[in-house]
């Protein structure tokens, strides 16, 4: 897109509060809404010619923007479209784009009865956010999942596919948050699910919410769902408690010796 055209596409002095699900932070210098692969090529152009920063904007359940605001460019991803590329027996391969709403997309495949992602029901975001962080909830993680992410490079300025032994994933990490923060925009994630398997009923809350009973993958993302709406964990406008942007907190990992202490 030429230099000026794409200055019509970018607004000024856009307010960041109402994007974040805590509703608090100042102002974007530059603003642009992303709708696909192109634009995002275009946006990191603009970027460079004028000097700016520039920060990828999801779902905002897990940003704080600073009262000040960002003197910089935002960009906020809107790609939509999931799609089912390939199926292996009972193996289901979908791409989902980084704009889909992820709870939308976790819904779509319970619906389906495509087992995998039925554990992370009700965690607000987008897709393109979930390997960042290596989004993870009640048994489950989004890296068991993943089979590549699509990205592009700013340092190579190019789209690059990264297979999930790429991504780095760790507990609430990937590269894409440490050793590569802020070089990959993700465009897109596709997912490995299981056509009619099992729900993962591993996490004590919910071996204790189904006492021994075997529940579908429907049940389980239901009671996923009413779990977190008891820790004001889903976020709900009418609930003043769930306007957060998430645990601040992690799970500590300790050896056995170091627990027994
Ligand atoms: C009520 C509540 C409950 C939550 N529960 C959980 C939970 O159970 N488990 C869990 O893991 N997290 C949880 N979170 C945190 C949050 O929902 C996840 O981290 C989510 O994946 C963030 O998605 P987002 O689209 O809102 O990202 P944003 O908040 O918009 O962005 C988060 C970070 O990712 C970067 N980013 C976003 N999209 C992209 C992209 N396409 N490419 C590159 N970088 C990108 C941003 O620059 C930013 O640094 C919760 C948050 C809230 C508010």
Avoid at 30 to 54: C, K, P
Avoid at 58 to 85: C, K, Q, T
Avoid at 136 to 151: L, N
Wanted: hydrophobic share 40%; proline share 3%; aromatic share 8%.
């Amino acid at each position: 897109m030429p230099l000026e055209t794409m200055k019509m596409k970018i607004q000024t002095d856009v307010p960041l509060a109402p994007l974040t699900t805590i509703k608090i932070g100042g102002r974007a210098r530059f603003f642009m809404t992303i709708d696909n692969h192109t634009e995002v090529a275009d946006a990191i152009n603009f970027a460079d010619a004028e000097g700016l920063d520039l920060f990828v904007l999801g779902g905002g359940s897990n940003v704080l923007i600073a009262d000040e605001g960002f003197d910089g460019l935002v960009v906020h991803l809107r790609m939509r479209g999931v799609s089912v590329i390939a199926k292996d027996g009972e193996k289901v391969f979908l791409r989902a784009a980084a704009g889909v709403d992820w709870d939308a997309f976790v819904a779509f495949c319970v619906e389906r009865h495509l087992a995998g992602i039925e554990c992370l029901s009700g965690i607000p975001g987008k897709v393109g956010a979930t390997p960042v962080q290596n989004v993870g909830a009640y048994g489950q993680e989004v890296s068991e999942t993943i089979v590549k992410v699509t990205a592009f490079d700013k340092w190579e300025k190019k789209v690059v596919e990264l297979k999930n032994d790429e991504c780095g994933f760790g507990y609430r990490s990937s590269i894409f948050n440490t050793v590569y923060r802020d070089r990959f925009i993700i465009l897109d994630v596709v997912f490995c699910l299981v056509e009619n398997g099992l729900p993962k009923i591993s996490y004590k809350d919910l071996i204790e919410f189904f006492d021994g009973s075997k529940p579908d993958l429907k049940k389980t993302r239901e009671a996923v769902i009413e779990i977190r709406r008891r820790k004001a964990m889903v976020i709900d406008e009418r609930d003043p408690n769930s306007r957060s942007c998430g645990s601040f907190f992690k799970n500590p990992i300790v050896t056995a010796n170091k627990l027994e202490e």
